[in-house]
């Protein structure tokens, strides 16, 4: 079974402040792909980062950086120094070899930065 | 870059109507996806399309249908809209290749409210 579990539903930060997103993953299939995407006000799905299972190197992208532990199932997203513009719904999800083409979405952490 | 493209950001439909929502991608990707988006429960698969007149039921394909007659294009439809359908949908394309699975590329979404 292939399952997304993102626990936090509402987060909400003062601006500057830095801030991590939780995901936690499930599966059973040796390659799978894990990726972030974020949900601004205006609603389109955009796509920040792509990993696959076999590259456990940690990545950074400008204030965003992701954690990847396949030894408990997680990618966990931090943003440092938040701005008001990272203010959007953020999803983790999953796709396998076994799913298919599926994606798998976790329900979605909201996240607020107060100015 | 993969667009995609949804005909409609905004639908206002009465009860029992029929109701078709076009979704169109241009860069000859085979997947197709559509999903509803409801507050707390994430993204929902409605239906999904490997290949031109080829469908295959999501987690919640009561109440619908699609249509694939070309690539490019996937259309969903409310066989007779109901208000438990007001919700956002969200079409999705995807391109999977040897090198592994590329993301989905998301519409902008339609916001479907039915009265």
């Known amino acids: 079974a292939q399952k997304v579990t993102q626990a936090q539903t509402e987060i909400s930060v003062v601006e500057k402040e830095d801030v991590t997103l939780d995901c936690v993953y499930e599966t059973r299939d040796t390659t799978y792909y894990l990726f972030w995407y974020k949900q601004p006000p205006s609603g389109e799905l955009v796509f920040l980062i792509r990993?696959?299972?076999?590259?456990?190197q940690n990545e950074i992208s400008g204030r965003y950086s992701w954690n990847f532990q396949k030894s408990t199932s997680s990618f966990n997203f931090t943003i440092t120094a938040s701005q008001v513009v990272d203010s959007a719904v953020y999803f983790c999800?999953?796709?396998?070899?076994?799913?298919?083409?599926?994606?798998?979405f976790g329900t979605g952490t909201s996240l607020t930065v107060i100015p | 870059d993969v667009k995609v493209t949804q005909s409609s950001r905004y639908l206002v439909k009465r009860t029992g109507e029929k109701v078709f929502l076009e979704c169109v991608q241009d860069m000859d990707h085979e997947n197709m996806f559509w999903y509803r988006q409801d507050p707390g429960l994430g993204l929902r698969l409605i239906y999904f399309s490997y290949d031109v007149k080829m469908k295959e039921k999501g987690d919640i394909p009561e109440g619908y249908s699609v249509s694939r007659e070309k690539k490019e294009r996937f259309s969903l439809i409310l066989e007779s809209a109901s208000t438990n359908q007001t919700s956002m949908y969200l079409c999705?394309?995807?391109?999977?290749?040897?090198?592994?699975?590329?993301?989905?590329?998301f519409g902008s979404g339609t916001r479907l409210t039915v009265v």
């Open positions: 990993r696959n299972s076999f590259d456990e």
């Open positions: 999800a999953l796709t396998s070899t076994q799913t298919g083409n599926q994606f798998y």
């Open positions: 999705a394309s995807s391109l999977v290749t040897g090198g592994g699975h590329y993301g989905y590329t």
